[in-house]
């Protein structure tokens, strides 16, 4: 063996070739490359170098981060402490809570403060809890609108155009986007009173 030939054999020994051995997955080169064909199959006459697709993988993953952010951002506005979907002292355990003239007091205390939003809520559990009192329905905190108005439904019940009725306001309010007012709040009560059948006690 030539003296070139051994000097090849010991260079190629593991000790020597560790530092140019290509180094395990790299997420970003994956990117990068994943970017480069996809712009190829898009744009097939262009060649962008190295460095632009870099720019744009850098550009790309910025955006995705700032949407990432925007939607914690969203979700915490929607269910944090002051968020439209924010959970409250609403149905707390004991009998109070379970008879519909608390509710409706509720309600009451809210409308004199012009706290509308949530008087529309304490209105509506005054007309789910009025209709639990009159055996057509079970308030679950599980439950949700739609099967309330099935269970009223399936029971014949003629509340039920009301239920549905107050369930649309209820949910436009306190799930979409529409501000809640005194007259959605008068409009909640006043079918809670048709469901009575009188008015409803202050």
């Given amino acids: 063996m030539t003296e070139r030939g051994q000097l090849e054999e010991i260079l190629s020994r593991e000790e020597y070739t560790a530092y140019r051995k290509e180094p395990g997955f790299s997420l970003w080169d994956w990117i990068v490359e994943q970017l480069g064909r996809l712009l190829a199959a898009i744009f097939p006459d262009l060649k962008p170098g190295p460095g632009t697709i870099s720019l744009l993988s850098i550009l790309i993953v910025v955006a995705l981060a700032a949407f990432l952010g925007w939607m914690g951002w969203l979700l915490l506005r929607r269910f944090g402490p002051a968020g439209r979907l924010r959970s409250g002292v609403w149905m707390e355990a004991g009998d109070d809570s379970r008879s519909w003239r608390h509710y409706a007091r509720l309600g009451e205390g809210f409308a004199e403060r012009g706290q509308w939003r949530d008087g529309v809520r304490a209105v ?71 469901a009575e059948g009188k008015e409803v006690p202050q």
């Fill in 124 to 194: 509506f559990l005054a007309f789910l809890f009025r209709l639990e009192e009159r055996g057509e329905l079970r308030v679950e905190a599980w439950k949700t609108n739609r099967e309330y108005l099935e269970e009223l439904a399936a029971a014949g019940s003629a509340h039920a155009p009301a239920l549905r009725g107050a369930m649309v306001l209820f949910e436009r309010v306190w799930y979409g986007r529409l501000e809640a007012s005194q007259a959605q709040y008068d409009e909640l009560k006043a079918l809670l009173a048709e």
